[in-house]
Every structure is written in structure tokens, then in C-alpha cells.
């Protein structure tokens, strides 16, 4: 399982986010870390007060199934003492993405 760490700025905002990926090419890798980068780090950094997005953990791990073709997207978001788990399964690999971020996004919305 190969682990990638980034640090998402978003002028004051600080949001601590680890990628985990198992049986993925580097391609596919690339293009989730940009995709995410680029589209759902804004919608989550937006549901979070600014004091949680100092201390917020998120951890994205995908994982690909060869045997039944398809991917597996987990979003875990740890803001102080509370933890938010989200996990979907997709033939594609940005849609079980996208899927797990807007449960983890309903989950942070309550």
C-alpha cells in the first residue's frame, strides 16, 4: 500500500490529507490526487469552522479489484474527537470517489 501525504492551503486554511492507494497504476494515482485537489478539497474545506481545519485528518484510500474490474473509495475524516467514515465501490475510479466524498459531505452536514 503506498502512502502520499499532502498539505492542502487554501489562503488561512490548513487541512492535513493522506492518500492511500493499493493495486492502482500511478497514472490513476496522478489523476485523483488533481481531481481532488482541484474539486472536493474546496467543498469540504467549506463545511469546516476554521479553528477544525488546523486539527481535520483526512484520509483517502482507493483500492482496485482486478477480479471484478471495479474500485473501492473510502473517505475518513477525523475533525478533533469526531470521526466521519465514508466508503463506496465503483466500475469507475472518479465515481466512487466523488460518491464517498458527498457521503462524508452529508456526514459533516449533521
Known amino acids: 500500500m503506498l502512502c502520499l501525504t499532502q498539505r492542502a492551503h487554501n489562503k488561512t486554511k490548513n487541512m492535513n490529507i493522506r492518500y492511500y492507494f493499493q493495486n492502482v497504476n500511478n497514472v490513476c494515482e496522478k489523476d485523483v490526487k488533481d481531481y481532488f485537489s482541484a474539486k472536493k ?6 463545511l469546516l469552522a476554521k ?3 488546523d ?4 484520509t483517502i484510500r482507493i483500492e482496485y479489484f482486478e477480479r471484478h474490474n471495479a474500485f473501492a473509495a473510502e473517505a475518513e ?3 478533533g474527537k469526531k470521526q466521519f467514515v465514508a466508503k ?3 466500475h469507475d475510479i472518479l465515481k466512487a470517489l466523488d460518491f464517498s466524498v458527498k457521503r462524508l459531505i452529508s456526514q459533516l452536514k449533521k
Open 77 to 79: 475524516m477525523t475533525v
Open 51 to 53: 479553528k477544525n481545519q
Open 88 to 90: 463506496e465501490q465503483s
Open 41 to 46: 478539497i474546496s467543498q469540504i474545506s467549506r
Open 55 to 58: 486539527v481535520a485528518q483526512l
